[in-house]
């Protein structure tokens, strides 16, 4: 009885042999490749959250900086945080907060330099669109309205399409330019959700040019339906 048991053990193993001898190789790289794909990614993880930590820091030395109106500090930590963590929200928010410092002590040159740098580097989109719908908004302060309206060509998500209708109809109203700014606030009125108060605005901006939404938009669908 033994020895059969010792037969067929020796059987089985010399099966787990043979089948390590065939696919030995080809498992220990497959472990190898796992292993090696989840100390990569376990990396990468660190490595992220060790930027967050890093761009918040430099984040709460930006807004303290603006608080105390410490010029020298502000440029320190915020040209860090543009320099070493650009792709982080972090470095999007802040270039937004110094934008609207700088906006609201008139220094409008600064505002424009920060805005366009998020509107360039920025990593996110929706900080991408903010910071150019801002910066129409900067240039057109200026009376640079050509420029404002060239910041406004690059694409954007959805979600911003009224409020990019919106900031060009602006534009081409200053410019004079009734018309064309009629059919800017038309296409944002109709984006935009008719539960946003801002639709109300956009509303009154084409009354205020003899030109009521449901009006306009009768008479631009009417000549397709015929």
């Known amino acids: 009885m033994a020895t059969h048991l010792d037969l067929e053990e020796q059987e089985q193993i010399d099966q787990l042999k043979h089948f390590w001898n065939t696919w030995g190789t080809l498992i220990t790289s497959v472990l190898l490749v796992v292993f090696a794909a989840l100390a990569g990614w376990n990396g990468y993880q660190f490595w992220q959250k060790r930027q967050a930590v890093q761009a918040s820091a430099l984040e709460f030395a930006v807004t303290a900086a ?3 109106k410490d ?4 440029d320190l930590a915020f040209g860090e945080l543009k320099d070493k963590y650009a792709g982080t ?14 906006v609201d002590a008139g220094k409008l040159d600064d505002a424009q330099v920060a805005l366009l740098w998020v509107a360039e ?17 900067v240039l057109e302060q200026q009376k640079k309205y ?38 800017q606030y038309q296409i944002a009125y109709k984006a935009l959700d008719k539960n946003l108060d801002y639709r ?17 938009a009768l008479v631009k669908t009417t000549p397709s339906e015929k």
């Open 200 to 216: 109300h605005l956009v509303e009154f901006k084409l009354n205020a040019l003899g030109a009521a939404p449901e009006v306009v």
């Open 71 to 74: 010029q020298t500090r502000l």
């Open 66 to 68: 603006l608080t105390a």
């Open 146 to 183: 050509d420029e404002g309206l060239k910041a406004l060509e690059a694409g954007m998500p959805e979600s911003f399409a009224g409020l990019q209708a919106d900031r060009r109809g602006d534009l081409l109203a200053a410019q004079g330019k009734a018309q064309e700014a009629v059919a």
């Open 121 to 137: 580097k920025g990593a996110d989109e929706g900080y991408k669109a903010l910071a150019k719908l801002r910066l129409s908004a």
């Open 89 to 102: 929200t972090q470095a999007a928010q802040s270039a937004l907060l110094v934008a609207k410092t700088a």
